[in-house]
């Protein structure tokens, strides 16, 4: 099967539907184990704790992705609002959370939003939107984005958890 066949087919969606299926499953990797004062432990003032990531994306997947992916099913061409993550982290308390609800909340939502972008035709995949500040975007274009901020924070955690790791390290060693 030649490349272009298998775009269109729909094995490459496939398994980009596959890794934003598993987001979930690398979060309770990366925060195994990990206590709640860790938890909440910042690198710097200007960096998410753990909790605030966790926070973050489901908040993002339930006032981002989720309202966006229906309305892009449901409506032509519609027109669909930024998600200011920093200023809804900022008028929240995100490292008063709760970490194992936050991370069910997000799993059940990414587990809806997959379900809602699972067995879509391509010309489905192909239906238009203009997001602020990015412009036109297909459906399809907005999982790839839904993956490549997934990438970037499961990168983010796995440095961070590395970083608690040395601190717990260095704190057992003085």
Known sequence: ????????NGTDFANLLEFLRDTPNKLTQL???LLLAELRLKRSEDEFSVLENLCHLRD???QGYTPRIIRMLNEKNPE???FD???VAAESDYNNEQPDLALR???TARSENVGRLSSRADEE???????????KITLRRLAEMMREHDEGHVEDLRLLRQWLERQRESELGH
Request: charged share 30%; aromatic share 2%.
């Open 1 to 8: 099967m030649s490349e272009p066949e298998r775009k269109t």
């Open 31 to 33: 925060t195994d184990g």
């Open 60 to 62: 993002l997947e339930l």
């Open 80 to 82: 669909l609002a930024d």
């Open 85 to 87: 993550g920093a200023r």
């Open 105 to 107: 909340t997000f799993q």
């Open 125 to 135: 995949l192909a239906r238009e939107a203009t997001l602020e500040g990015v412009g």
